[in-house]
């Protein structure tokens, strides 16, 4: 990368890392080598996160540029632009089934088809600017993590399937 690497994660099988950076792209890497395999490029802005899909076929990047993007790992070719935020995108995760991906931008995290690149739903957060969302081990659940504040956040809990908001106790 020629800036700052924003985010890494390994892939399924640990055979590969894939970065994040400002300059605008993702990159994978041989864990046993260091080479870079793939460039992903398509980002008009920083690129602040990617991650794999569960069966390491797919990657999801989040951008600067207002976007997230779906790409094939081995090919590169971008399949799916998720437009429609309006903001940053800071995060973009998938599904444990790796049917959706979910993006945090600004006060809003959104779930995602992966195959139509359809908004499925949208989970609103007034007032807060909404940083990470994940979904749970079983796709059930989706936590958002928000900027409420100087030094402040806060955390909600969400079904996956409806969108709606539960209960705090939910994260016990």
């Known amino acids: 990368h020629e800036q700052a690497i924003w985010s890494v994660a390994f892939s399924p099988d640990g055979h590969s890392l894939l970065t994040a950076s400002s300059d605008g792209t993702a990159k994978t890497w041989s864990t046993g080598t ?3 395999l793939q460039t992903f490029r398509g980002h008009s802005g ?3 996160s990617a991650r794999f899909s569960p069966d390491g076929a ?4 989040a951008s600067s540029d ?3 993007k779906i790409w094939h790992m081995k090919s590169g070719e971008c399949v799916q632009t998720l ?4 903001f940053d995108v800071y995060s973009a995760v998938f599904s444990p089934d790796g049917a959706q991906v979910l993006t945090a931008s ?3 995290a959104k779930v ?3 195959e139509s690149g359809q908004c499925l739903n949208t989970l609103e957060c007034p007032r807060q600017i909404v940083q990470q969302a994940i979904f749970s081990v079983d796709g059930s659940k989706i936590l958002t993590v928000s900027e409420t504040g ?4 806060d955390r909600v809990i969400w079904c996956a399937i409806s969108g709606h908001r539960l209960p705090s106790s939910a994260a016990a």
């Open 112 to 114: 995602w088809s992966t």
């Open 34 to 36: 260091g080479q870079c």
């Open 150 to 153: 100087y030094d402040q956040s």
């Open 106 to 108: 600004a006060s809003f």
């Open 83 to 86: 437009e429609d935020h309006g």
């Open 58 to 61: 797919m990657i999801a990047t």
């Open 46 to 48: 920083r690129v602040f």
């Open 66 to 68: 207002r976007t997230a």
